[in-house]
Structure formats: structure tokens, C-alpha cells
């Protein structure tokens, strides 16, 4: 009588639930290659870096202090007659 071959015994990978991983453990475990990630596992992932890119970084420097006059020329006057 032949043997059938039995299933492929399921791996401890494959029962990865992606949706209840950190963020951290996702982004490591990808290039990893220890599963192969959803589509809605990369989506997340983008998402979080993109959200991560649009908080300010910190304050950015207020300019309310005095306007600089811009350095004379010399031998340029102010009010210079145009020659005919």
C-alpha cells in the first residue's frame, strides 16, 4: 500500500498574528524574513513613519528681533541724478 505523504507540519512561523505586533517587532521581523508580511501589516508600517516625519521637531527660532539694514556701498549715493 503506498504511503501518502503527510501535510507540511505547520511552522510556529506561520502562525504569526501580525496585526498584534508592535510596531518595532514588525519592522524587525520583515527584513528579517521571518514571515512574510500582509499588505495591511506594510501599510501600518507606513503609516507609522509617516505620521513619525510630520511632528515638529521642535521650535523653531522666532524672528522678532530687529531688522538689519543692508551694508552701504561706497561711493553710491542715495539720491543720484540720472545723466541725460
Do not use: C, W, Y
Not at 54 to 76: D, V
Amino acid at each position: 500500500m503506498p504511503q501518502t505523504p503527510d501535510p507540511k507540519p505547520a511552522k510556529a512561523n506561520d502562525a504569526v498574528d501580525q496585526d498584534s505586533l508592535g510596531l518595532k517587532t514588525l519592522a524587525k521581523a520583515i527584513p528579517a524574513r521571518e514571515f512574510r508580511p500582509r499588505a495591511a501589516s506594510v501599510r501600518r508600517l507606513a503609516e507609522a513613519v509617516l505620521e513619525e516625519r510630520k511632528k515638529p521637531k521642535g521650535k523653531k527660532k522666532s524672528s522678532t528681533g530687529k531688522k538689519r539694514k543692508l551694508a552701504k556701498i561706497p561711493g553710491q549715493k542715495k539720491g543720484r541724478k540720472k545723466s541725460k
